[in-house]
T-cell receptor
Framework: KAGVTQTPRYLIKTRGQQVTLSCSPI?????VSWYQQTPGQGLQFLFEYFSETQRNKGNFPGRFSGRQFSNSRSEMNVSTLELGDSALYLCASSLGNSRETEAFFGQGTRLTVV | TQLLEQSPQFLSIQEGENLTVYCNSSSVFSSLQWYRQEPGEGPVLLVT?????EVKKLKRLTFQFGDARKDSSLHITAAQPGDTGLYLCAGVGSGTYKYIFGTGTRLKVLA
């Protein structure tokens, strides 16, 4: 079956702009989580959506937001981009109905803010 | 706050050597996963361990879950350059569905 698909793969934006990233989970998976990965900070949890509701949230400013649609696809939005937002943004999908569920990652979106 | 500490942080070894990576926490996890990530790509799931004391083998990789389900280890036998990458352990935090990732071990295997 198809894996997790993230679009676009690469993105270059200017400071102050906003950006929207998309994630299509594995068919049947209802949970989508977003992570920011930078060389210095590692993998940092942004938020998790399950059945169109935000179920968990990390410690990121309000400029980072997300949503999930009825087909489980998710989008992440970052407004007023800063240079420090340059990172690999990863989404992971899982069944989300058990605490033993496994997460499967997309290839990520590499965002560069200039 | 639940944390997963990995050690070592960096490891550079010659092809054919053995190595062990550790993932430790003071908290109990219902399961732990191990991932490998290559530059510019998303992490790829290697294995899930669920039962305390469980040992799983994946070719030259051996994964173990501690008896108390607070720690795990990954042992690679006769490492190859293709094993190079970032190794991450992860578990679901107690009382949440949020994945907690370890700090990562960056492995480089030299030919």
């Amino acid at each position: 079956k198809a894996g997790v698909t993230q679009t676009p793969r690469y993105l270059i934006k200017t400071r102050g702009q906003q950006v929207t990233l998309s994630c299509s989970p594995i068919s049947g998976h209802r949970s989508v989580s977003w992570y920011q990965q930078t060389p210095g900070q590692g993998l940092q949890f942004l938020f998790e959506y399950f059945s169109e509701t935000q179920r968990n949230k990390g410690n990121f400013p309000g400029r980072f937001s997300g949503r999930q649609f009825s087909n489980s696809r998710s989008e992440m939005n970052v407004s007023t981009l800063e240079l420090g937002d340059s990172a690999l943004y990863l989404c992971a999908s899982s069944l989300g109905n058990s605490r033993e569920t496994e997460a499967f990652f997309g290839q990520g979106t590499r965002l560069t803010v200039v | 706050t639940q944390l997963l500490e990995q050690s070592p942080q960096f490891l550079s070894i010659q092809e054919g050597e053995n190595l062990t990576v550790y993932c430790n926490s003071s908290s109990v996890f219902s399961s732990l996963q191990w991932y490998r990530q290559e530059p510019g790509e998303g992490p790829v799931l290697l294995v899930t361990v669920v039962t305390g004391g469980e040992v799983k083998k994946l070719k030259r990789l051996t994964f173990q879950f501690g008896d108390a389900r607070k720690d795990s280890s990954l042992h690679i036998t006769a490492a190859q350059p293709g094993d190079t990458g970032l190794y991450l352990c992860a578990g679901v935090g107690s009382g949440t569905y949020k994945y907690i990732f370890g700090t990562g071990t960056r492995l480089k295997v030299l030919a």
